[in-house]
């Protein structure tokens, strides 16, 4: 689902990947991050590594379809976060089934 107009900007992760089981509106250029966290584990550097790539996902994958979220300034340090701990927590629909 596409951020409201009048609140504060999202990344629209849904438009590449999908995070939820009952979200049906998702996009498949990027992997599902279904599970992020049940899957990859809850470690300091699982976190790091989440946060690192949507900041820059190009110090990752050279060629990737992802955008620079952070080096461009779309989202701020502090959205980022949000974003890593929708992935992260354990209770966050990314994680539920």
Not at 26 to 47: A, C, Q
Request: hydrophobic share 30%.
């Amino acid at each position: 689902q596409p951020d409201a107009p009048m609140t504060p900007r999202g990344g629209n992760c849904y438009a590449c990947h999908e995070l939820a089981k009952k979200e049906v509106a998702y996009g498949t250029i990027g992997p599902s991050l279904h599970n992020f966290g049940k899957i990859r584990g809850y470690s300091d550097d699982i976190v790091k590594y989440a946060y690192d790539k949507i900041y820059n996902s190009n110090s990752f994958t050279a060629c990737t379809n992802m955008p620079r979220f952070g080096l461009h300034h779309w989202l701020t340090p502090e959205e980022i976060t949000h974003i890593v701990a929708f992935l992260m927590d354990p209770e966050s629909p990314v994680n539920k089934d």
